[in-house]
């Protein structure tokens, strides 16, 4: 079936620029993670929704990164002002139901955008 | 595209050894533990995981092993494969928490 898919996959921007990354997870699946991977490093978090509300965003490096859910379906990372050090591939997840209490599932990655700020 | 693997740990193997990859994992309240593994361009995918009331998971080719009392997980791939070559992270979560903790991954390299 369709996996978790994420466009663009690559974007090239420049400093100071909006850009929107957009997210279509696995049908029916209520969790959504974003993650950042830097080139050499692990996934690190940055937000998760559990159907339209950010349950968790203690990974946003700080406030010029936004993301939303509205329909609890599709989600889009918002990074305004960009700046070089935002160059990273954004992965997107998401997962049955999600982390807490009794539901520990499986998080399904997407291919990623490749973001470049130059 | 632009490999993950940069920097990274490297197992060189052949084809049909036994592959051992280690990781040590950080917080001793984490009680459930995935492998990824990330080729080249690619997002990380799911290989197998255990939870921390488990020392010995199977799955086909896999087995996860936890030592808690040293805080330490390896993934064993039985027979290698060309295709097993890729970037494996192991992570971590805590129950009740959202949050999935990655480790720095290792990359493993199959020679025909």
């Known amino acids: 079936g369709a996996g978790v898919s994420q466009t663009p996959s690559n974007k090239v921007t420049e400093k100071g620029k909006y850009v929107e990354l957009r997210c279509d997870p696995i049908?029916?699946?209520?969790?959504l993670y974003w993650y950042r991977q830097s080139l050499g490093q692990g996934p690190e978090f940055l937000i998760y929704?559990?159907?339209?509300?950010?349950?968790?965003d203690s990974g946003l490096p700080n406030d010029r990164f936004f993301a939303v859910r509205p329909e609890g379906s599709v989600s889009t990372l918002k990074i305004q002002r960009t700046e070089r050090g935002d160059s990273a591939v954004y992965l997107c997840?998401?997962?049955?139901?999600?982390?807490?209490?009794?539901?520990?599932?499986?998080?399904?990655f997407g291919p990623g955008t490749r973001l470049t700020v130059l | 595209g632009e490999s993950v693997g940069l920097h990274l740990p490297t197992l060189s193997v052949q084809e049909g050894d036994n592959s051992i990859i280690n990781c040590a994992y950080s917080n001793s309240a984490s009680d459930y533990f995935i492998w990824y593994k990330q080729e080249s361009g690619k997002g990380p995918q799911f290989i197998i995981d255990?939870?921390?009331?488990?020392d010995k998971r199977q799955g086909q080719r896999v087995t996860v092993l936890l030592n808690k009392t040293v805080k330490h997980l390896s993934l064993q791939i039985a027979a290698t494969q060309p295709g097993d070559s890729a970037v494996y992270f192991c992570a971590e979560n805590i129950n009740g928490y959202s949050t999935l903790t990655f480790g720095k991954g290792t990359m493993l390299l199959v020679s025909p």
């Open positions: 255990i939870r921390s009331n488990m």
């Open positions: 049908s029916g699946h209520t969790a």
């Open positions: 997840a998401s997962s049955l139901t999600g982390f807490g209490g009794e539901g520990t599932d499986t998080q399904y």
């Open positions: 929704f559990q159907g339209t509300g950010a349950a968790d």
